[in-house]
């Protein structure tokens, strides 16, 4: 056995719920999964090859051929299409001779495509060896492709220098900007690192519970479970080995604020979880963060190797005898769905990132089976921030029902993207103001998985209560075609990202987007339009909320914006053949050397 | 202490014991809600769906959810009729199943589903998929024009040491069915057949032997699927 792949085995222990672990370093460390070495995995870990396949297969940043010394992952989300994508693409394929999803000039670069990679603020955006490289032009392309054909690493390719704050660490390293426009209670450094730690020590898990409850905290991912709730639920769980996981690995193209936190405010966060595992009883904490996010690892991992030389981490924690927690980070491997907090702890477990069946919640029957916490990288910065200052000061901002501040990620036609942190309560129009937006024709809030509104809906406000959301925005100008750019991108993304467990979001997506594709062709007919509400109810019944929000895109474009769907259908015609005599004769005709006489 | 509790399907009341799923607690009392992808005795995993039931407004899946004391599970309803037979017909199109040429043709559960729910023909376009058959293992044929996903063969077919033989391969629309070539080479003659049996359509099926059972004696020929259950009443 190659000796890199035993090794690499040991490190891990041969267990195989660090499965995803060993295939990162494989992946890594030999460019590829060769298939001798999913056979060597297989049976070092005693299972089939087919399991191994089966996790490998799911990520789509395992592969199982070379990828290139230099291998491109060029996004192709919607904002990065709107700020010029295809001509960044385009000038890869000239100036390399090859197209995406190949490897050319000798096994040196490798061209592919990914889902959004968290840079929609400084986009076109591509990571080069898990390097990320923004701001992209067709300039720029080719000389990058100069400068990998020059051997130079992807260090020595940077133009621009590093990005501000953290970005330039030396463990970091990146051009990436942080554009933090505007701080609030979360991000306003007012606090010392280990401050919330020092007080929680102080006091019982359960006071530390009640002070969080009292803040009236709401879960930052989106789906605003109560935070202190959640908490309180997992610590009463009979079983006591117990886990805290903070989920970063924000997919959900347009979103971009937990990257300039795990930036800026790594202590915070970690320091989130310290209070967390401390209020739910647990020892271990598990930092899940996306692939996309890699160039942050070293950094991350020297904030954690600080924390424990302050004793704000490790055993006896801030001097309280019996206080031992501790925090591994563990990447994902291009998943959208395991932002889903079981799918991501199936993932954690060295799984294909498939979210469980519930109940049982993961509260009660998490990681391992282990009564478990997922909170997003948001929930856990802003907990310290209320153990700093008090639930009374931080439920007396906001609204009623939704207490604080949120991170928006805003990107798309305006002229300041970048992370904003407003209170609850904030209206669209003042958030298009806020970032000098105007001529805006929709909306996308919370994603694709949220909803696309338009101008009469923009005195709505930010708020459980009116329009809850993970934070993502992206604006849209008159000159957008809503449907054809921005529907239709979005539908794949959801079919590209989708586990395919449940047969509803693995095939409703594709059926709609058939449907959808027909009529911005010009060949859909009124009923068209009927159907896909219609059908597009049905994914409302899958496992997870991906799936049951899988096609919001047609649906929420269907109620906002029906009109651009009505424009492109015959509205006379009950039924339109998709059958194409000519085309279909086409070959035969060839063959003989006729011309379709249709 | 008797550990029954009572709930409601449609409105009539019920009795079970407490925690087992509905879809078991169910069919003991003669109500029939249909599966695919459950099987009796085994960790359920709610995939196909098509046990959606609606429990306090919100849909829930029969195979997964745990009995609660005074639950109201609404079942056969038009709304959740209509979700079901929308599943079927997905999972029609999303293959290639042609019925007459198919060796489980009467013991095939989709099919026997598809008439349950009255399918004419699917309301969503064929998608016509090139999927292929996999015919290089001595014992089985895995036909994955046929398969619906439902992982039946996953969970259950094991080999002695508790190994995969079948396994996911991919995601989202792409996702297959792989069978471990190792393995399905070592295949017993038994499992072979319990993989068949396991199999709710016919995408795996015993090499060199059909039609044991002639067309017209099969399972679903003369009754609908779920008969047998609501005979229990």
Same mark, same amino acid.
């Given at each position: ?153 992807? !260090?020595?390719? #940077?133009?621009?220098? *590093?990005? +501000?704050?953290?970005?330039?660490? %030396? $463990?970091? @390293?990146?051009?990436?900007? /942080? ?108 930092? !899940?963060?996306? #692939?996309?996010?890699? *160039?942050? +690892?070293?950094?991350?991992?020297? %904030? $954690?190797? @600080?924390?424990?030389?302050? /004793? ?287 | ?233």
């Amino acid at each position: 056995m190659n000796s890199t792949v035993q090794q690499i085995i040991n490190t891990y222990k041969k267990d195989r719920f660090r499965l995803m672990d060993m295939l990162i370093d494989f992946q890594e460390e030999l460019g590829f999964i060769s298939k001798e070495t999913v056979k060597d995995l297989a049976d070092q870990l005693d299972i089939s090859t087919v399991d191994v396949e089966q996790t490998l297969s799911f990520y789509h940043f395992f592969t199982t051929e070379p990828t290139g010394k230099y291998t491109v992952y060029l996004n192709d989300s919607v904002v990065a299409k709107m700020m010029g994508q295809e001509e960044v693409a385009k000038a890869f394929e000239e100036e390399l001779g090859c197209n995406f999803g190949q490897v050319c000039e000798d096994n040196l670069i490798g061209l592919f495509a990914t889902s959004d990679i968290g840079m929609n603020d400084q986009e076109p955006a591509a990571l080069i060896n898990n390097v990320p490289f923004t701001k992209l032009t067709p300039f720029r392309v080719r000389e990058l492709v100069a400068d990998m054909r020059a051997g130079k690493t992807v !260090y020595e390719m #940077y133009t621009e220098g *590093y990005g +501000g704050g953290n970005n330039k660490s %030396v $463990l970091v @390293r990146s051009m990436v900007a /942080n554009h933090i426009r505007r701080i609030g209670p979360v991000l306003l450094n007012d606090c010392s690192p280990g401050d919330a730690i020092k007080k929680i020590v102080q006091i019982t898990p359960e006071a530390v519970i009640e002070e969080v409850k009292a803040s009236k905290i709401r879960g930052r991912g989106g789906a605003g479970f109560p935070t202190g709730l959640k908490w309180e639920f997992c610590r009463a769980a009979v079983e006591k080995e117990r886990y805290i996981f903070c989920n970063a690995d924000e997919g959900e193209p347009g979103t971009f604020k937990d990257r300039v936190l795990l930036t800026e405010c790594p202590e915070m966060i970690f320091e989130g979880m310290v209070i967390g595992g401390y209020a739910i009883g647990a020892k271990k904490g598990i930092l !899940y963060l996306r #692939y996309e996010y890699k *160039y942050l +690892g070293k950094f991350l991992n020297d %904030v $954690l190797f @600080r924390m424990r030389g302050n /004793n704000l981490l490790g055993e006896n924690i801030a001097g309280l005898e019996g206080f031992n927690f501790d925090i591994r980070i563990q990447f994902g491997a291009g998943a959208y769905v395991c932002g889903e907090e079981s799918a991501l702890i199936e993932s954690t477990e060295g799984k294909r990132g498939e979210p469980r069946d519930r109940p049982p919640f993961p509260v009660e029957r998490g990681y391992l089976d282990k009564p478990t916490v997922i909170n997003n990288v948001e929930t856990l910065a802003t907990v310290v921030k209320i153990i700093n200052k008090g639930s009374e000061w931080y439920s007396a901002l906001g609204t009623n029902d939704s207490t604080g501040s949120k991170l928006l990620s805003i990107s798309g036609d305006c002229r300041f993207p970048g992370v904003y942190e407003v209170e609850w309560g904030f209206s669209i129009d003042d958030m298009l103001g806020m970032v000098g937006a105007t001529e805006v024709q929709a909306v996308q809030v919370g994603g694709p998985s949220g909803a696309l509104i338009g101008p009469d809906e923009f005195s709505r406000t930010i708020s459980y209560a009116d329009l809850a959301t993970g934070g993502a925005m992206i604006i849209f100008g008159e000159q957008r075609d809503l449907l054809k750019d921005v529907v239709l991108n979005f539908m794949d993304f959801f079919i590209e990202e989708s586990c395919g467990s449940c047969s509803t979001c693995r095939n409703f997506p594709v059926i709609l987007r058939r449907t959808l594709k027909r009529i911005i062709d010009g060949k859909g007919i009124r009923k068209d339009i009927d159907d896909m509400e219609e059908w597009g109810q049905i994914p409302r019944v899958s496992r997870c909320g991906l799936g049951q929000t899988c096609t919001n895109p047609i649906l929420t474009s269907i109620k906002n914006f029906r009109h651009l769907y009505e424009d492109l259908v015959d509205k006379d015609e009950d039924y339109v053949s998709e059958f194409d005599l000519s085309t279909a004769v086409q070959e035969s005709c060839d063959f003989v050397g006729r011309i379709p006489n249709i | 202490m008797s550990n029954k509790i009572k709930f409601k399907i449609d409105g009539v009341t019920c009795e079970a014991e407490k925690g087992q799923y509905i879809v078991d607690a169910a069919w003991e009392n003669g109500i029939y809600i249909p599966t695919l992808c459950n099987i009796p005795g085994i960790k359920p995993q709610g995939s196909c769906r098509i046990c959606t039931v609606n429990i306090n407004g919100r849909p829930m899946t029969a195979c997964t959810t745990p009995l609660l004391d005074g639950m109201e599970i609404e079942n056969d309803i038009p709304e959740i009729r209509e979700i079901r037979k929308a599943i079927i017909e997905s999972l029609f199109v999303e293959g290639n199943h042609f019925c007459p040429a198919c060796e489980k043709s009467g013991n095939c559960m989709l099919q026997a589903l598809a008439y349950r729910f009255q399918m004419m023909a699917p309301r969503f376009p064929y998608s016509f998929p090139v999927k292929g058959v996999d015919a290089s293992h001595p014992k089985i044929i895995k036909d994955q024009n046929r398969c619906i996903l439902c992982k039946r063969c996953i969970k259950s077919i094991k080999d002695e040491d508790g190994k995969s033989i079948f396994a996911f391969y991919g995601r989202g629309h792409k996702l297959r069915v792989h069978v471990d070539p190792e393995l399905a080479d070592k295949l017993t003659d038994e499992l072979a057949q319990k993989a068949m049996d396991v199999c709710p359509v016919g995408s795996i099926l015993v090499k060199e032997k059909g039609f044991d059972v002639p067309i017209g004696k099969r399972a679903y020929d003369n009754v609908p699927i779920g008969s047998d259950i609501e005979g229990n009443k």
